[in-house]
């Protein structure tokens, strides 16, 4: 869909576009794309984008499901009401560990990631605001319903799930209230069968401390294949998806009949390391280190393999499709590298939501 996109790249902090737009197969760097994390977003308009079906069955955005004809920084969130998708339709939510925001945006409008791009609005990835600075807090917190919060100014008061509160909080009417500590087990409540699909190391199950995770689930799978040290994780990781979508529900699924799916997905080749990612250097030249050009390049190859979970899902189901990153990373942005650390390019973080339909 993004092959057509004829927009700018770049936003830099005066609001100044580029005379050129990128286009595909383009050698990207750094500086084609500098978007400062905290800038005011580009709307893009929505006639450059053809949306529609792409191998995705009915695909709609949350701006598509509420009817609007545009996807505004306003309403973005609002569309999509998750007490007509819990019970209804299997959920998928999708971790890509470490991605920056403006590396997955930059990525979208340069149409190196055809298959994340079917689940964008036309205004592409949404910034949102990470509830943590490395994995193990923020997926407490999305795991919690705790789901990145819109970067814009004022109070979003809008969120998918949100695990019962105590006196004082306002719940939004489209807002699923979790009977649980949790929306792993409250899901599991209600009949969904919960499935972890691991990518880095909280989700290994080699320690106590990446027990905890897994535990959470019914079902979970990790293996060394799967971490951020392998190139081919995505791969392996999208075909333990499938294969799990594809097998018959076991007789352990508290539910009867067809059960409904709740599966997560930590993809681990967004996190360092991930120079390995880039073309073979020159002979002579620097050796590839792990930053913002590789980052992309891993995104690329991971959106890949993703296209193929992506094209089972209709068959499986109707779906509500969740992607994210727990957090960003740093990549000597003001001097700071790595990630468990306050800076905007660790706190700002892609998001987008979606509906599939059933094939
Ligand atoms: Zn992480």
Redesign the pocket.
């Known amino acids: 869909m993004a092959a057509a996109l004829t927009v700018s790249a770049r936003l830099d902090i005066n609001g100044t576009r580029p005379p050129c737009a990128p286009t595909a197969g383009i050698s990207l760097s750094r500086q084609d794309f500098e978007v400062h994390p905290l800038a005011e977003v580009e709307t893009l308009a929505p006639e450059t984008i053809s949306t529609g079906k792409v191998g995705l069955g009915s695909l709609r955005t949350g701006a598509d499901s509420a009817g609007g004809a545009g996807w505004h920084s306003s309403a973005r969130h609002a569309g999509i009401d998750a007490n007509l998708v819990v019970g209804h339709r299997n959920i998928l939510l999708i ?1 890509l ?2 991605l920056r925001y403006d590396v997955a945006r930059a990525a979208h409008v340069a149409s190196r990631t055809p298959n994340l791009s079917r689940l964008l609005p036309p205004s592409g990835w949404e910034p949102r605001h990470a509830p943590g600075t ?2 193990w807090p ?2 407490h917190a999305i795991f919690a319903g705790f789901l990145p919060k819109p970067a814009v100014p004022g109070r979003p008061a809008d969120r998918l799930f949100m695990c019962r509160p105590t006196a004082g909080k306002t719940i939004h009417a489209k807002t699923y209230v979790i009977e649980g500590a949790n929306l792993v087990s409250g899901l599991a409540d209600m009949g969904y069968r919960s499935v972890c699909i691991g990518g ?1 190391e909280y989700f290994s199950s080699r320690t106590p401390l990446g027990s905890v995770f897994p535990n959470m689930f019914q079902h979970s799978y990790w293996s060394p294949e799967f971490g951020q040290s392998e190139y081919d994780s995505t791969r392996h990781q999208v075909q333990k998806a499938l294969d799990v979508l594809e097998a018959a529900p076991d007789t352990e699924t508290p539910s009867a009949g067809q059960p409904l799916t709740f599966m997560f997905l930590n993809v681990s080749a967004t ?1 360092v390391p991930h120079a390995h990612y880039l073309a073979h250097p020159r002979q002579g030249a620097p050796e590839a280190v792990d930053g913002w050009e590789s980052q992309l390049a891993a995104l690329a190859y991971a959106d890949r393999h993703l296209g193929r979970l992506f094209d089972a899902l209709p068959s499986i189901g109707p779906w509500l499709v969740i992607a994210c990153a ?2 960003g990373d740093a990549f000597g942005d003001d001097g700071y590298s790595g ?1 468990g650390i306050g800076h905007p390019s660790v706190l700002t973080v892609p998001y987008a939501e979606a509906l599939v339909d059933a094939r």
């Open positions: 971790t560990d470490s490395f994995t923020a997926h880095v996190h727990d957090h990630h």
